[in-house]
Nanobody, 117 residues
Framework: QVHLVESGGGLAQAGGSLRVSCAPS????????IGWHRQTPGKQREMVAT????????NYADSVKGRFTISRDNAKNTVYLQMNSLKPEDTAVYYC??????????WGKGTQVTVSS
């Protein structure tokens, strides 16, 4: 079992920056990828950024490329999503997701990011 605790987020103005963090616990050795998804009311949850356990593969949604950066600090067992040049359309609940080699997915409870124009 894997538990994910998100922190960060909040309110920012357009053009500003925010950072969200995700700290996994439990059977973290089973995780082979971790990342962020986001969801707004009435829309499907979409992938924002993912990173493999050893950091050798990173994926970004086209909408955030060049503005968001995902990184991991293995010493702190934490994954970060640095969000720069924020736009109002980035407003969403951001969820941390961890995936295992066996195909299991774990989700955090989500953290709200609101960008005002």
């Amino acid at each position: 079992q894997v538990h994910l605790v998100e922190s960060g987020g909040g309110l920012a103005q357009a053009g500003g920056s925010l950072r969200v963090s995700c700290a996994p616990s439990g059977t973290i050795s089973s995780i082979n990828s971790i990342g962020w998804h986001r969801q707004t009311p009435g829309k499907q949850r979409e992938m924002v950024a993912t990173i493999t356990t050893n950091g050798d593969k990173i994926n970004y949604a086209d909408s955030v490329k060049g503005r968001f950066t995902i990184s991991r600090d293995n010493a702190k067992n934490t994954v970060y999503l640095q969000m720069n040049s924020l736009k109002p359309e980035d407003t969403a609940v951001y969820y941390c997701k961890a995936g295992t080699a066996r195909g299991l997915n774990y989700w955090g409870k989500g953290t709200q990011v609101t960008v005002s124009s």
